[in-house]
């Protein structure tokens, strides 16, 4: 199972990533296609920054959820990334990115705080079936935006 520790320096890295190439793209590679989906590369970022703010209510509603719950049968993950990643259409890259930092640092602080025995936990979302929350958040939080930042930064 991922620990805090892991977890915490895999959101860092995720932040000091985002900061980089925060800085050091130009507005015509923000605005390259990032991938298949269509998203451009500012898109992909908005989306990476959003998912912090959620991350924790996320796993709020793991710990509270009943066991064998599947807590992504009721959720349109295109409608609810569409939705997110249009709410800061208008914002900068600077913007983006703070609020990156903001978000993100906010998990690390709720994972200081959390009991270890949150992360162990087995919770099932979508394609995830009974896995540690510990788990879960290394491959949906950490590997997930990291892979969307690389992906983004390996382009240029």
Known sequence: MATKTELIDGIQMLINESRRIG??????????AADEAG?????????VAAIGGIVVPMVGGMASAPAGTDLGANVNID????QLVGQRADKSIAA???????????VIGYLRAAPDELLER??????????PVG?????????HGIAHIYHAASRI
């Open 23 to 32: 800085a050091r793209f130009t507005d015509d590679e923000w605005a390259m």
């Open 39 to 47: 998203w451009t590369n500012k898109q992909v970022l908005a989306h």
């Open 79 to 82: 409608a609810m990334n569409a």
């Open 96 to 106: 983006l990115v703070s609020e990156l930092e903001t978000s993100y640092g906010g």
């Open 122 to 131: 087995r919770v099932t979302i979508g394609g995830f079936r009974d896995m």
């Open 135 to 143: 788990d879960l958040l290394m491959q949906m939080v950490v590997m």
